[in-house]
């Protein structure tokens, strides 16, 4: 079983940034990809990015296209979710969850599937606010 754990949430101003990580317990992220994921008050949980084992392929949501990078150390058994030119809207609690499958040969288009996810983190809130 793995537990996902995430980290690096806070406050911050329109424009600014945070990087978030998610460090697994248990066992590792092995051979599996990894997604990242947001619910804001009042609203679905939604994809935000996701990436493959090898950290070669990734996919982001609309919304965080050019703004996000999704990363991966497994050495340190750690995905990350750059956040930059944070807005407002971006306000949410993120969580970050571990796929049951790798999405090398899938395409990575696939993480946006809620279905897909076996373990889920606690999340950790992020707030953009003056």
């Known amino acids: 079983q793995v537990q996902p754990v995430e980290s690096g949430g806070g406050l911050v101003q329109p424009g600014g940034s945070l990087r978030l990580s998610c460090a697994a317990s248990g066992r590792t992220f092995s051979s599996i990809a990894t997604g990242w994921f947001r619910q804001a008050p009042g609203k679905e949980r939604e994809f935000v990015a996701g990436i493959s084992w090898s950290g070669e392929s990734t996919y982001y949501a609309d919304s965080a296209k050019g703004r996000f990078t999704i990363s991966r150390d497994n050495a340190k058994n750690t995905v990350y979710l750059q956040m930059n030119s944070l807005k407002p809207e971006d306000t949410a609690v993120y969580y970050c969850?571990?796929?049951?499958?790798?999405?090398?040969?899938?395409?990575?288009?696939?993480?946006?599937?809620?279905?897909?996810?076996?373990?889920w983190g606690q999340g950790t809130q992020v707030t953009v606010s003056s």
């Open positions: 969850a571990v796929a049951r499958v790798d999405c090398s040969a899938l395409g990575c288009v696939v993480l946006k599937d809620k279905s897909l996810y076996d373990y």
